[in-house]
């Protein structure tokens, strides 16, 4: 047997280094918020939209619960193993969407929704146009929004990958 010693071993005396591994990670966060809205064309007569829309063309307004799931793909940064700070993203998704959604009328107080009729499936491509051109590193990949638990949209961008 080797007696111990008080030496480093030439492992430990070995410069420190990390190795990078490669791969597209998909990074997902998620936010809430609440808001108004009506399902209404004013280009159509108010029969057409009470046909097409029934209870959520009331134009007294209805709600929802909205949970917005954004994903970012890309490669982990070698120096951090980190595809971004998630602390970014939450600040984008923060200013650029809860902000000016959370607890509003969708079809009169949100600027970048203005002439939008505000179905899921407009918000999602609303909020891809907001989110896309802002993200810190890797790539915008989706963007899911939940109006009820078993009802949501999802977007992929406008050249989604088959
Ligand atoms: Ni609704």
Redesign the pocket.
Known sequence: MPKPTSKPSAASRKRPSVRALRGTVFVTRQVHFNAA?R?HNPTKSARWNAEKYGL?NNPRW?G?NYVLEVTVAGEPDPETGYLFDLGELKHLLEERIVKPCDHRNLNEEVPFLRDVIPSTENLVIAFWQELEPRIPRGRLHSIKLY?TPRNYAEYRGPNPAL
């Open positions: 809205h399902l959520c209805h929802h109006e």
